[in-house]
């Protein structure tokens, strides 16, 4: 008798997170993985270290990268409470895609 071959299914859902939805930026320390959340309310107090173990997230003697980067992150959030708010000049609604995730028909994630 010949061997039956198993047949998995798989299920590829995609998110999509409007702009408007996000309410706060994470940050994971490189050093200690600790993870903080910083409400999109909070700009002023965005860190520039591990409140943890005190790892420098923006040092000054690496590059202009990290600089930019948190210049960069400061004018999304800006951005941010402006859609969110209705105080923008934007006619349409900006999303971000999020990786799919793949959910095999037994369960499991991929």
Known sequence: MPERSEVVMTIRKTNAISLDEIIG???????????????IS??????????FCADPWLVQNRTELHKRFFEWLNQLITAL??????????NCVVSIEVRPEIILADDKKV
């Open 42 to 51: 909070a700009q002023a107090r965005m860190p520039s270290a591990c409140p």
């Open 25 to 39: 930026l994470q940050f994971e320390c490189r050093q200690c993985n600790v993870k903080i959340n910083v409400p």
């Open 81 to 90: 409470k402006q859609v969110s708010d209705g105080t923008n000049n934007v």
